[in-house]
Nanobody, 120 residues
Framework: VQLVESGGGLVQPGGSLRLSCLAS????????MSWYRQAPGKEREWVAS????????YYAESVQGRFTISRDNAKNTVYLQMNSLTRDDTAVYYC??????????????WGQGTQVTVAS
């Protein structure tokens, strides 16, 4: 199982970024996906989730209305579109695959993270 995030970088306040997370090693369409983030000196926090089919999405209050999670099951990829970014959004962003069945094991998997820095 591998999750590879990309799309992070430096952006000015008010700007936008789109993060991608490419999954491999499991049946992507059977797994719910989430984005988390961890700012310096803070605990990792949940940002958004999407169901297996993509029909339902959920957001933390802090990003509601600004971020959009989506997925393309044909491309094994989940996205996080981030608009109206503020300095408080600066963090390492991680994608997570939930309850992945690999053999007899069921567990969550994490990507390595991608840095998002919002600064002028």
């Amino acid at each position: 199982v591998q999750l590879v995030e990309s799309g992070g970088g430096l952006v000015q306040p008010g700007g936008s970024l789109r993060l991608s997370c490419l999954a491999s090693g499991f049946t992507f369409s059977r797994v719910g996906m989430s984005w988390y983030r961890q700012a310096p000196g803070k605990e990792r926090e949940w940002v958004a989730s999407i169901t297996r089919s993509g029909d339902s999405t959920y957001y933390a209050e802090s990003v509601q209305g600004r971020f959009t999670i989506s997925r393309d099951n044909a491309k094994n990829t989940v996205y996080l579109q981030m608009n109206s970014l503020t300095r408080d959004d600066t963090a390492v962003y991680y994608c997570k695959a939930q309850n992945v069945e690999v053999g007899v094991r069921i567990r969550d998997y994490w990507g390595q993270g991608t840095q998002v820095t919002v600064a002028s």
